[in-house]
């Protein structure tokens, strides 16, 4: 099926554990976006890519660590994940930026322990 | 770091009566583009409009509307007879090109909550 994929929906692991989020869209948008949701912080950047091999940091990417070998996978990388890091993570793909709108896929929810 | 600020946390109304959802935001760049989603109880982030800068014109479509002006840095948005299906967090957004790259950067979000 076209669209933007997450996986997993739900993640639970425990402090110091490195955990990846994996992100895959079907439609070769050149954009991809990594956001966590958190109550009172609205949507807060953690990453984004232009295009493959091409990543640069956003507002909040201390802790994370992301890659872009292939135009479709973005994952995101938590290298060892600490409590403050339990959020809603969303990753979004965009055709050519700003110039189109950007497309969400369902969220994970990762639950640091 | 350029921000994008909905001042308004929470907006409670009642079902039919029109409610705007403010937003301001900063940039630097003459090329930029800003949107609005929305996100229902159920988690999704839906795509509502997109405006470039260079287009000043206002838009509505059925009940919602749009307010951008530039001079002020604002970009609003305007549900007429509100519904409780509207009911809802509605984030504004801004991109920029940044050097090479573009960012997209949202509000902290509006929660909507429309009572009947």
């Known amino acids: 099926d076209a669209g933007i994929t997450q996986s997993p929906r739900y993640k639970i692991t425990e402090t110091g554990r490195q955990v990846t989020l994996m992100c895959h869209q079907t439609w070769s948008h050149s954009y991809m976006f990594w956001y966590r949701q958190d109550l009172g912080h609205g949507l807060r950047l953690i990453y984004y890519?232009?295009?493959?091999?091409?990543?640069d940091k956003g507002e909040v990417p201390d802790g994370y660590v992301v890659s872009r070998s292939k135009t479709e996978n973005f994952p995101l990388t938590l290298e060892s994940a600490t409590r403050s890091q339990t959020s809603v993570y969303f990753c979004?793909?965009?055709?050519?930026?700003?110039?189109?709108?950007?497309?969400f896929g369902q969220g994970t929810r990762l639950t640091v322990v | 770091a350029q921000k994008v600020t909905q001042a308004q946390t929470e907006i409670s109304v009642v079902e039919k009566e029109d409610v705007t959802l403010d937003c301001v935001y900063e940039?630097?760049?003459?090329?930029?583009?800003l949107f609005w989603y929305k996100q229902p109880p159920s988690g999704e982030l839906v795509f509502l409009i997109r405006?470039?800068?260079?287009?000043?014109q206002n838009e509505i479509s059925g009940r919602y509307s749009w307010n951008f002006q530039k001079s002020t840095s604002s970009f609003n948005f305007t549900i007429t007879a509100s519904q409780v299906v509207d009911s809802a967090v509605y984030f504004c957004?801004?991109?920029?090109?940044?050097?090479?790259?573009?960012?997209?950067?949202f509000g902290k979000g509006t929660k909507l909550s429309v009572k009947p």
């Open positions: 890519s232009a295009a493959a091999d091409i990543t």
């Open positions: 957004a801004r991109f920029t090109y940044g050097g090479s790259q573009g960012n997209l950067i």
């Open positions: 940039t630097r760049d003459t090329t930029y583009y």
């Open positions: 405006r470039n800068s260079f287009d000043e």
């Open positions: 979004a793909s965009s055709e050519a930026g700003g110039a189109t709108e950007a497309f």
